[in-house]
């Protein structure tokens, strides 16, 4: 499970027990300051305040957001201070979009630009103590092209959702102290560096760079300690040096590291071991940090990826941070079940297109082993000087943020299906450089320049029918970032012309709503399965990922974005199952055998009947009878896959029951059943919180399923019922249009805890159908 950080409670990061027997210090403490915010929007200033927790959105937008809101928005909080005598006062922003203008007691301490990455404000000097004090953030979302993205939203592809969107954090330490690595603004240095550039199966060597502050008006003699520690709190490594640092100055010491049988990182197995740093005055500890770090050994030829020293072709997706209703306003446990969904669909990669995601989905894939390649913001624009001034600063501050992720790759310092200069891509490629100085830091552009390490391309940016299968370049490996989606869209049929030719273009189309019935369903997952299977032909080809993992909303369009192979509210498509089938079988937690009808089993569907599978035969029956037992089909869009699908032709639709048993080795390891849905008569409910449960700590986000289901608990795919949704308590609260019309047979809502909460009672009715309710 993903360690979250507490949000609504105070914590401490450690106590140490000195080994003189001294009584253990607090050190360094950080407190969750999300709660009991007063918010308005600056259009309505007659309006009361509204009392609110963060995260939070500017405003609850529909479904689909036609005029998505932008403007200025206002939060304040007041909070007592005690006396801060020799003492230090932070307060650290994850994320506002986009600009954000903090102000202490009315006086201007910070003035943020950019909404995707974290900002720090000292406040040490401009609080009174022993007094209340207030802290104001004019958060301004507007159209503004000197702060990346830069483009205009309603010519955007994705939406720009305002608010302090992110956690926030206030954390007291002492006069001396480690630094936060993208406030100390250091070229490879502030904060916690963290780098082993020697990796093997017997020895790992490398060093922890530590920056240290003193802010007190006189020079002071410190210990520095530096410890690692495994999983099972062994400690690694441990050492203590003696440093003295001049009033009012920083320093940087590296300490040299070394692990013996080093536990090294994998998708396969996320071993991470924990950095602790402290700060000693005499026997007295002042401060303290800790860092989780992996040790993998990441390296990129011209042809291939490797990690720890074997080939890996990187199997990805895509991902957008956003929820319907709440935009960028996840919690911690909602990100990381985002993470967890892409994992569990087989992935073993994903690109976070296009711009930072949260700090909470970066340590969610550093725990469940997901590769990344982290992104800068921009998507079809480059701005004038101010805007390429910003833009290098995101390289910096993305560099600095997650330098330290074992999960991250690929660098995406590059300003996605953009127009950049020579200048540009020379310039932000040699900031990067100077940030990481390391052989195993790569660079990834869109444009074909050799000032990037990694050339990303998209199926799009190529012609068919062979997009990229014949690149050649010396010293040029390449990941297809985007495919399976436009190809299919714009030019609307790939490499099947003939076969697609009886196919409206809206039908050949991979933009398939989880509402479009199983003749678009299969659709998309054909598609999918393609250019999964073209890709693999490219010999320089180091990986792919696909466009996209969940559906989103778009600036500049008034309908959902629907190529995610799931939808907006994270239920899967057909071809979920189509990826998860690729995925081979006895990788840990999540390489589990499975088998996949791909069928609804009506009178619409198609007798013709493809199964989705990693076993190496199929035997499908039909109401107990063998239909047959196969292995899979290879043609000319499967040959290449890990797994093909299996398909059986049955002739004719008779209802009933589809078995499909999966065989490995003879012997039968999965089944999957579907059944003839009959009448819909009742209502099942269930929360998405299959793999981290619901916050007891701090405001959360889940949604909620209303599955129609006939008297057999059968889902009935055509049921379009309106589900009215209840809440029972002030704990929690529902979002989103409520009663809500199902789509495919399920009916969606999104709970918002607001409180900590013992448990929560939620309701469900519709005509016509027998009413449930579920306590979480």
């Known amino acids: 499970m993903l360690n979250l950080r507490i949000f609504g409670i105070v914590i401490t990061m450690l106590t140490l027990v000195l080994s003189c027997g001294k009584s253990p210090k607090t050190l360094r403490e950080v407190s969750s300051f999300g709660d009991n915010w007063q918010f308005k929007l600056d259009n309505a200033p007659n309006s009361p305040w509204d009392t609110v927790s963060l995260p939070h959105t500017a405003k609850i937008e529909p479904l689909v957001v036609n005029d998505q809101w932008q403007g200025t928005a206002t939060y304040k909080k007041d909070y007592e201070v005690k006396s801060l005598k020799g003492k230090k006062r932070f307060f650290y922003f994850e994320g506002v979009m986009q600009e954000a203008k903090v102000y202490i007691n009315d006086s201007l301490v910070a003035d943020h630009k950019g909404g995707y990455l974290p900002f720090t404000v000292d406040a040490t000097n401009y609080l009174m103590q022993n007094a209340k004090n207030t802290i104001t953030v004019k958060v301004i979302n507007v159209d503004d092209a000197t702060i990346p993205p830069g483009k205009a939203l309603s010519v955007l592809d994705f939406n720009l959702f305002g608010g302090i969107y992110r956690n926030v954090y206030s954390i007291e330490t002492n006069e001396i102290y480690i630094t936060d690595a993208v406030a100390a603004n250091k070229v490879n240095g502030g904060g916690l560096l963290v780098k082993f550039d020697t990796i093997n199966k017997e020895l790992a060597s490398g060093f922890v760079k530590t920056h240290l502050r003193n802010d007190s008006d006189k020079e002071r003699a410190i210990k520095l300690q530096v410890s690692l520690k495994d999983a099972e709190k062994n400690e690694v490594h441990t050492s203590i040096t003696d440093l003295k640092i001049a009033a009012n100055s920083d320093i940087s010491h590296v300490e040299e590291i070394q692990v013996a049988n080093p536990k090294l990182w994998s998708p396969n197995a996320p071993n991470l071991y924990k950095v602790e740093v402290s700060i000693l005055e005499g026997e007295t500890p002042i401060d303290f940090k800790i860092e989780s770090i992996g040790i993998r050994n990441i390296k990129l030829t011209d042809t291939a990826f490797y990690l720890n020293g074997e080939k890996l072709f990187l199997n990805g997706t895509n991902r957008h941070q956003e929820y319907p209703y709440v935009g960028y306003a996840l919690s911690d446990e909602a990100q990381y079940r985002d993470a967890y969904k892409i994992k569990e669909a087989g992935f073993n990669f994903v690109r976070l297109s296009h711009y930072p995601h949260a700090e909470a989905f970066m340590k969610a894939c550093d725990e469940l082993g997901l590769l990344v390649m982290n992104c800068i913001p921009g998507w079809q624009f480059i701005g004038g000087e101010e805007f390429v001034k910003n833009s290098v600063q995101d390289v910096k501050d993305l560099a600095r943020r997650d330098r330290n992720h074992p999960s991250v790759i690929f660098w995406e310092n590059s300003l996605n299906e953009s127009g950049m200069t020579n200048e540009y891509m020379q310039l932000v490629n040699e900031v990067l450089e100077a940030e990481l100085p390391y052989e195993d830091t790569y660079s990834a552009g869109w444009i074909n320049d050799s000032s990037y390490d990694l050339f990303i391309p998209a199926r799009q940016h190529a012609k068919p029918p062979f997009y990229w299968n014949n690149f050649e370049e010396k010293g040029r490996p390449i990941v297809i970032a985007e495919y399976g989606d436009w190809e299919y869209y714009a030019q609307n049929a790939g490499f099947n012309q003939k076969e697609f030719s009886d196919l409206k273009e809206s039908e ?34 180091i990986g792919h990922a696909n466009w996209l993992m969940f559906d989103y ?19 899967p498509k057909f071809s979920y199952y189509f990826y998860k089938s690729q995925k081979d079988i006895g990788m840990k937690e999540f390489g589990e055998p499975m088998v996949f009808i791909a069928s609804y089993w009506t ?22 009878s063998l239909i047959a037992r196969k292995k899979p089909t290879i043609n000319s869009i499967s040959e290449k896959l890990p797994h093909p699908p299996f398909e059986f032709d049955l002739s004719e639709f008779k209802s009933g029951q589809l078995k499909a048993i999966g065989y490995v080795g003879g012997k039968e390891v999965t089944t999957h059943k579907i059944i003839t849905p009959e009448e819909a008569v009742k209502l099942e409910l269930s929360a998405d919180v299959k793999n981290i449960a619901i916050s007891e700590n701090h405001p959360d986000v889940v949604f909620v399923y209303a599955k129609i289901t006939d008297k057999n608990g059968t889902l009935v795919p055509g049921a379009t019922n309106r589900v009215l949704f209840k809440v029972k308590g002030n704990s929690a609260e529902l ?7 199902a789509e495919a047979g399920i009916a969606t809502i999104l709970l918002r805890t607001t409180s900590k909460t013992g448990s929560i009672e939620i309701n469900a009715e519709s005509e016509n159908l027998e009413s449930t309710h579920l306590k979480i």
């Open 508 to 541: 050949r189309s991979s933009r398939q709503a989880r509402n479009s019935g199983e003749k678009g369903l299969l659709q998309q997952a054909l598609n999918y399965q393609e250019a999964f299977n073209s890709n693999l032909k490219g010999a320089q080809s």
């Open 553 to 571: 909303n778009r600036g500049y369009s008034d309908d959902l974005e629907t190529s995610g192979i799931s939808d907006i509210f994270r239920i």
């Open 603 to 624: 009178e619409e569907s198609t007798p013709k009947i493809k199964v989705f599978s990693n076993a190496e035969e199929v035997a499908l029956y039909l109401n107990d």
């Open 735 to 741: 979002i989103g249009e409520n009663p809500v019309k």
